[in-house]
């Protein structure tokens, strides 16, 4: 596991495409736990722990490297690549979705 995320400067900080997860939302499924907010493109998944851990396959499939957390009053970031999790001073807050 890296000690830093070497994507950084790719993080755009996107606006949000969708309130829940698009791919469960486009399956009539609304049963994911925690989401995630692709800092790249804006795509909206959820978690891992989530039945479709659709944030996951979004990388899988983008090789978008870094995602923040969707969830109200957390400000982390993770990158997929480097395996490590951190928060920006400099980020702008979080977005909220209802």
Same mark, same amino acid.
Do not use: K
């Given at each position: ?15 949000? &495409?969708?309130?829940? $997860? #698009?791919? !469960?939302?486009?399956? @009539?499924?609304? =049963?994911?736990? &925690?989401?995630?907010? $692709? #800092?790249? !493109?804006?795509?909206? @998944?959820?978690? =891992? ?50």
């Amino acid at each position: 596991m890296a000690s830093t995320c070497t994507h950084v400067d790719e993080i755009v900080f996107p606006e949000p &495409h969708s309130w829940g $997860c #698009e791919d !469960c939302l486009a399956a @009539g499924r609304q =049963d994911w736990v &925690h989401l995630r907010l $692709c #800092e790249i !493109c804006g795509h909206v @998944g959820c978690c =891992d722990q989530s039945p479709g851990r659709h944030a996951t396959a979004h990388f899988h499939g983008s090789s978008h490297p870094v995602i923040r957390s969707y969830e109200p009053g957390e400000d982390w970031f993770y990158c997929y690549p480097d395996d490590v999790a951190y928060e920006l001073s400099e980020a702008p807050p979080g977005p909220s979705h209802p």
